[in-house]
């Protein structure tokens, strides 16, 4: 079976269109206007943006791979995409991998003698200073770390931009999209309500197969 067989998106003009169908904007195939247009990806993007406030996970998991420096307690992280957190982490030992143990910027801050040189036990992330990972012990020679790291979603920018949600969220975003539209267009009562009801049951449907509970604190705790 072909690769293509797998690789079906839809896209953010697919997701701002549709949902101006839903809300009787334009018909299928009609021209949508440029301020018409901007003003509905511009909905699409604050939306997403509240949807990050709550405990959904809206983000992606992004392995890479650093080097730390001899006696020295900080790692920069690459600055795109931007990591808001850690999924796991581990040093490099030969031909294996040894699991570091992954705090919080306050726990790292609670550590009393930080300049501890020795093998790497635990890291943490500080968001705040453009992604700067802090090491305990400090390792005395380079060491490999393999991190998966949380990012933050992209904003829909491109015409043929799929965001960062897997398929399943297409449409728990066109009709959300649509329902925050309802009030623009003067959506009639009882089709507003259909819209609304569909767009919480595929929000339901799609939150309901994302990841729980850990990522979450563990998000919340790398500041």
């Known amino acids: 079976m ?21 809300v009787g ?39 890479f ?9 900080t790692v920069s992280l690459p600055v795109d995409p931007v990591f ?4 796991s982490a581990a040093w490099v030992n ?7 143990q992954i705090i919080s910027w306050r726990d790292y801050n609670d550590i009393e003698s930080k300049a501890d040189k020795g093998t790497v036990e635990k890291i943490a992330l500080n968001k705040m200073q453009n992604g700067t990972l802090y090491i305990y012990p400090v390792p005395t020679t ?8 949380i990012s933050k979603l992209k904003d829909w920018d491109t015409a043929t931009s799929t965001g960062d949600f897997p398929e399943h969220w297409s449409l728990a975003l066109t009709y959300n999209l649509a329902a925050l539209l309802c009030d623009d267009y003067g959506v009639p009562s009882s089709e507003e309500r259909k819209i ?21 604190v563990r998000v919340r705790g790398a500041y």
């Open 84 to 87: 808001i957190g850690l999924d």
């Open 2 to 22: 072909a690769v293509g067989d797998f690789d079906f998106s839809v896209s953010r003009d697919q997701i701002v269109r549709g949902a101006l169908q839903k």
């Open 94 to 100: 030969g031909t294996t991998h040894e699991p570091i």
């Open 65 to 73: 791979t650093v080097n730390t420096t001899a006696n020295q307690a």
């Open 25 to 63: 904007a334009v018909a299928i195939g009609d021209p949508i206007s440029g301020e018409e247009f901007n003003y509905a990806v511009q909905q699409l993007n604050q939306m997403v943006k509240e949807w990050q406030t709550q405990n959904i996970f809206l983000w992606q998991l992004v392995p």
């Open 196 to 216: 609304f009801d569909k767009a919480g049951y595929f929000f339901g449907r799609a939150k309901a197969s994302n990841r729980e509970g850990a990522d979450v």
């Open 142 to 149: 380079v060491v490999q770390l393999r991190i998966v790291g």
